[in-house]
């Protein structure tokens, strides 16, 4: 079992909608996750990170987290055609470990005119 | 701002050469990462550095990689001899030191093709 886990996707969203990508991760003790989004053949670059269970919104964006039930989540309002890349979930282990990010496989998302 | 620098974008070898890729992190980061990407997957950790020092290398396969970063500033990951299965995009990135948000900033990155 990989220890960040996503939908490789690809997710087909009209422009306009709210895109959902989902998150899960095995490691209880985690105390910080971030999304990472990456263009294609372009390297990846942070949209949101996330430390206490909740909502955190940044403009179109609004990440959550469950920690109970270990999964955090990115909606996308509004999608936009740029919107469309890979999604890449991240998870820091321990606070001891910091910097040592567990990424997942990433979730293509494909916004439709 | 400048952002991390790396070089070669690209570089197509015969398995059994050796190969070096360089990273010039931003300006007063002192941790440096070297990630390695396979097409379709996330990134994953082979080195991480803080200033000079490695401090967690438990995922580099030490038989034919070795990284260094002298001075603290400017890594080089160098694999030799390269298998073909070592095709893959290299990132580098940096950060500032533990206790900020965690935020990593990636280079483009050095895509490898080992023929």
């Known amino acids: 079992q990989k220890e960040v886990e996503q939908n490789s996707g690809p997710l087909s969203v009209p422009e306009g909608a709210i895109a959902s990508l989902n998150c899960t991760y095995s490691?209880?003790?985690?105390?910080?996750f971030f999304w990472y989004r990456q263009y294609s053949g372009k390297s990846p670059e942070l949209i949101m990170f996330i430390y206490s269970n909740g909502d955190k919104e940044d403009g179109r964006f609004t990440a959550q987290l469950n920690k109970a039930s270990q999964y955090v989540s990115l909606l996308i309002r509004d999608s936009q055609p740029s919107d469309s890349a890979t999604y890449l979930c991240?998870?820091?282990?321990?606070?001891?470990?910091?910097?040592?990010?567990?990424f997942g496989a990433g979730t293509q998302v494909v916004v439709t005119p | 701002e400048a952002g991390v620098v790396q070089s070669p974008r690209y570089k197509i070898i015969e398995k059994k050469q050796p190969v070096a890729f360089w990273c010039n992190p931003i300006?007063?980061?002192?941790?440096l990462y070297w990630y390695l990407q396979n097409l379709g997957q996330g990134p994953e950790l082979l080195i991480r550095y803080e200033n000079e020092e490695a401090v967690d290398d438990s995922q580099l396969p030490k038989d034919r990689f070795s990284a260094e970063r002298l001075k603290g500033v400017d890594s080089t990951l160098k694999i030799q001899p390269a298998e073909l299965g070592d095709s893959a995009v290299y990132l580098c990135a940096s950060s500032l030191r533990q206790g900020s948000s965690g935020e990593l900033f990636f280079g483009e990155g050095s895509r490898l093709t080992v023929l």
């Open positions: 991240a998870v820091n282990p321990t606070t001891d470990s910091w910097g040592k990010l567990q």
């Open positions: 490691d209880r003790g985690s105390q910080s």
């Open positions: 300006s007063g980061h002192n941790t």
